[in-house]
């Protein structure tokens, strides 16, 4: 019998003592967990395999794919993603939404203070340096109100899971978060390929999240307009997330557009098109705020529409983010969350953050330089795993040149302990083992907050590797929310995933 | 619709029907050669002064066989006339825009670029040429198919399929002319086999000789030309295509055109007269290939005046 013939079965996977978010410890499928356990134990050997390569087929069809650096033949690479999908129960969901529900709602408070009153400023809760020197906190948007006063309308938020289960926040992507594309398609091809697995599970679908991001952009959409025109702002093709904006704009109906065809005349926003310019009045940008106007932000920029902010102020166009969220986006700015939510809200933070040492507060430096070893070490505004140090995975010569980073500019930079993220079962080389997850829901807020049941899962491909980012090793995974009674399952026979 | 979009839709269906038609022009060689006694002086050769890109071949390759040649225009990267470079480059358009085409029409432009791709990378193509360049012509049937059935028949695919007219009208008398040129000095031996067999073949590179048999039997001269040239019904002659595409043209413009987005349909106009109030033999007496090169010129106007009244869009 060949490799591939051999049966995969969670009969010899072992959780290694970490935390296994469908294993217990004692080896036993969790609850929510053992139909889909086995579901996979009664498969015909190869029959996994056989449906994660018609996966990976449908991905690379579908264009799904990015070139590989340095190659001129042609030869392009799909988004790795493992067949085992991750299950998160309805009581952890719960607790999960209601913990990013009051987050958002304490960051909005938080971006519409700093740009108006700047209470929290002036009360010291957060130090005005902090976010005066930030170069994410853009003057040009003091004074600015948002359309319905929301200031952060799509957000992607990072959350993991300690040795204990116990859920944090990593990180809040506040700007242009991405990766809600793979989720629908990573849904779209397991409902395709591997229908039967969805029947053991009750599995809440997520295919309405075009139609409520359609829906929030339409409502942002000036009074005085009665039928809006939405349009997603890209960078254009050669942006990583191009596919992404593409395929938003196409599951919503509405153009994608780059800066170049949009024009400002008058106070409104134009596209050009056939039949001369069209008015717009809401747009999804999809573009860096400072990128958007290089009559306010960077003059260098050709991404975006000249007098844009002018229209934005005026209340002609809508935008959403609004620009300047960024700056809830930083590192540093991230650790003071906790104090937002009890600043503002008088509760304590659901979802509490991983402890984070400030590295421009003495003590906090002190103990990190001692401990740089031991730590993950990261810079307030990198993404995409740039910028970071994992202490216990570093070389000597690596530490010293953080330590001196910090030292030169201890503004910049946090860390945290390095925790055991929770790992997830993942085919790798024909059987079952363990990989660290995260995971990324994506938060919703227009009339109300809204939170797709589940987000993006991403996985540490590389055995023992905390780095789940795409760019270096991470691949992703479906990841399902178990329905409670009365909520909708998902149907593997309704198409409208968002792939023929 | 976005100027940019309509720009990139016209382009991406030019592209695939350019590389089809290099395709079917490799094609009817491959039978042409077949068919030939032995002995026959570098019968790829041809192909190659058809392209008008001779320098950048010899540049490149020693002699014209089938594998330089094949290899040439089918996979060279360094050529943009390639089959490889051409699907690229509608590739990039469709990605550009993916958004306003179905994404089966999508992921059918991806499935034929890295069909050609592959079959460059594994040699596949050359070891069993026929089959290759028959499924090219068999994908690119395929995308017209599923433009035609899964998108709108709106602005955006008219614009497709003007793109696929002009390009096609523009091959089709290409076609005609090169080949008309290299059977010209045979033009005494009208009726003798190889003769049949050289016309035969040059009706099944724009899959017409099903199409002209029906309808003519005899294989001659004049009724060639008319049925590449003038044609009412066949879709690959010239005048269906400029009569289609004028068509699309109307759609696009509502009818109601004025200044700028008038010169295009007053030229497909014109042209569409001109086919119309000549006949085969009023041609080869004015001369085949001044004929079918003023055909392409007044094309080429028609593209630059879509250009300025849709493409290049007013600025603030």
Known sequence: MSVLEDPISFEHYSTDKFFDEIIDAN????????????????????????????IERSLHRMGITFTVYGDSSGTEKIMPFDIVPRIIGSMLWKHIEAGLKQRIKALNLFLDDIYHDQQILN??????????????????????????????????????????GAVFVLEDNLRVPSGVSYVLQNRAVMKRNFPQIFAASKVRPINDYPAKLYQMLRWLAPDHVENPTVAVLTPGMYNSAYYEHSFLAHQMGVELVEGRDLMVDDGF???????????????????????????????????????????????????ANAPGTGVADDKVVYAYVPDMIRYYMNEEAIIPNVKTYICQRDDDR????????????????ESGGYGMLIGPHSTVEQQ?????????????????????????????????EGRHVDLRPYILHGKDIWILPGGLTRVALKKGSLVVNSSQGGGSKDTWVVAEPGQSVVDVHDQSDGVS | ???????????????????????????????????????????????????????????????????SVMTF???????????????????????????????????????LYHFVNTAGR???????????????????????????????????????????????????????????????????????????????????????????????????????????????????????????????????????????????????????????????????????????????????????????????????
């Open chain 2, 1 to 67: 619709m976005l100027s940019r979009v309509a720009e990139s839709i016209y382009w991406m269906a030019r592209y695939i029907e350019r590389a089809e038609n290099t395709a079917r022009f490799v094609e009817v060689t491959l039978n042409l050669v077949l068919d030939q006694p032995m002995g026959v002086d570098e019968p790829w050769r041809p192909l190659i002064n058809a392209t008008g890109d001779d320098d950048i071949f010899n540049k490149s390759y020693k002699i014209a066989d089938a594998e």
């Open chain 1, 366 to 381: 002190k103990y990190v330089l001692e401990h740089i070893g031991e730590l993950v070490v990261k810079a307030a505004n």
């Open chain 1, 123 to 164: 009360d010291n809760i957060v130090p005005r340096d902090l976010i005066e020197n930030a170069t994410t906190f853009l003057k040009p948007c003091i004074g600015l109100k948002p359309p319905r006063g929301v200031w952060c309308h799509v957000t992607g938020t990072d959350l993991i899971r300690d040795a204990d």
């Open chain 1, 400 to 432: 010293a040149e953080f330590a001196d980073k910090i030292k030169k500019d201890p503004r910049n930079f946090i860390a945290q302990p390095t925790l055991s993220l929770s790992r997830m079962p993942t085919v790798v080389d024909g059987h079952l």
């Open chain 1, 269 to 319: 926003v134009y596209m050009r098109t056939t039949d001369g310019p069209q008015r717009v009045d809401v747009i999804y940008r999809r573009v860096d705020d400072t990128f958007i106007d290089p009559a306010v932000f960077r003059g260098d920029s050709v991404l975006g529409v000249k007098g844009l902010m002018d229209v934005y102020r005026r209340g002609n166009v809508a935008l």
């Open chain 2, 122 to 316: 594994s040699g596949q193509g050359i070891d069993s040429p026929t089959d290759f360049f028959d499924s090219i012509r068999r994908h690119c049937h395929l995308l017209t198919g599923i433009l035609d059935a899964t998108m709108s028949h709106d602005i955006g695919w008219h614009f497709a399929n003007m793109g696929r007219l002009i390009e096609r009208a523009d091959k089709t008398s290409r076609i005609l002319d090169v080949k008309y040129f290299t059977l010209l000095p045979t033009v005494e031996s009208v009726g003798t086999a190889i003769d049949d067999l050289q016309w035969s073949s040059l009706l099944f590179s724009i899959s017409g000789f099903e199409a002209y048999r029906r309808q003519h039997h005899m294989i001659l001269t004049d009724k060639v030309v008319d049925f590449f040239l003038l044609h009412k019904q066949f879709p690959r002659s010239v005048r269906f295509c400029v009569d289609n595409a004028a068509s699309s043209l109307q759609a696009i413009s509502g009818g109601a055109a004025e200044g700028r987005h008038s010169t295009a349909a007053r030229q497909l106009e014109a042209l569409r007269i001109r086919l119309d109030s000549t006949d085969a033999t009023s041609i080869l007496r004015y001369g085949l290939h001044q004929f079918v090169d003023s055909v392409q010129g007044e094309l080429n106007d028609v593209g630059n005046s879509l250009t300025e009244a849709y493409f290049l869009s007013p600025v603030a």
């Open chain 2, 73 to 111: 225009m089918a996979f060279d990267r360094e050529y943009s006339n390639s089959i490889t470079r051409g699907l690229h480059s509608a590739r990039e358009n469709a990605r550009s825009i993916r958004e306003s085409i179905s994404s089966e029409a999508f992921e059918q432009i991806n499935t």
């Open chain 1, 27 to 54: 080896g036993r499928p969790r609850p929510d967990a053992a139909p889909l356990v086995e579901v996979i134990n009664q498969l015909p050997g190869g029959d996994l395999l056989r449906r994660q390569a018609a």
